[in-house]
């Protein structure tokens, strides 16, 4: 099936600083990439999704200028939590989609577990 | 906007059968999904159906209902291994959005 990675798998950053997370497609173009924040015990909530060569749409509620979103390629998507506060600690997932057949199927990545101190 | 509803929490004892509800209201459906997450890992795909009717894979089963806005994921033969939370999702046309899962506790 098809691999999804992200990079780096945890992060531990103070507040205030940038911190960058990779999302890549390993053995697919994903014409779309998903970005998706989980609290603990919840479920997913999508921010953004971003197509190839695109500016991302984001959801509402969602801060496009603190959460920057830069799909450069068909295979990799980036997210950058900027000025992170304690409050941006979570575990953020980004999907892939490609096209053909299986194009209705979202291939998730590990996860980026991010803590704010 | 959406509305998706499953329950909470739900215990099973191994090698039973569970079934796992999940109720939807959207405009524009495209689609259900469901996905299996073990605690801090990402969600692995587990079925999406699109028409009425009852698709198997092995020991888990997914059925929907558009006219009833329903769905329900059978599994079969519980393992230990399937204590996870199992997610609903609904596609519309433009996003899928997850329900709130249903944390499964497989006990022996």
């Known amino acids: 099936g098809a691999v999804v990675s992200q990079h780096p798998s945890w992060v531990i950053c103070k507040s205030g600083t940038s911190v960058k997370i990779e999302c890549r497609s390993l053995d697919f173009q994903a014409t779309t990439m998903f970005w998706y924040r989980q609290f603990p015990k919840q479920s997913l909530m999508l921010m953004a999704t971003s197509n190839e060569g695109s500016k991302a749409t984001y959801e509402q509620g969602v801060e496009k200028d603190k959460f920057l979103i830069n799909h450069a390629s068909l295979t990799l998507s980036t997210l950058t939590v900027t000025s992170a506060h304690p409050e941006d600690s979570s575990f953020y997932i980004c999907?892939?989609?490609?096209?053909?057949?299986?194009?209705?199927?979202?291939?998730f990545g590990p996860g980026t577990r991010l803590t704010v101190t | 906007g959406q509305n998706i509803d499953q329950p909470t929490e739900m215990t099973a004892t191994e090698g039973a059968i569970v079934q796992i509800n999940c109720t939807y209201q959207?405009?524009?459906?495209?689609?259900l999904f469901w996905y299996q997450q073990h605690a801090g890992e990402a969600p692995t795909f587990l079925s999406y159906n699109v028409l009425d009717g009852l698709e198997e894979k092995g020991r888990f089963s997914s059925f929907l209902s558009r006219s009833k806005g329903y769905s329900y994921l059978l599994l079969k033969e519980l393992q230990m291994k399937d204590s996870a939370s199992y997610l609903c999702?609904?596609?519309?046309?433009?996003?899928?959005?997850f329900g709130t899962g249903t944390k499964l506790q497989v006990i022996p």
């Open positions: 999702a609904v596609r519309d046309r433009r996003k899928v959005t």
């Open positions: 999907s892939a989609r490609g096209g053909g057949a299986s194009s209705y199927e979202q291939y």
């Open positions: 959207t405009s524009g459906f495209n689609g």
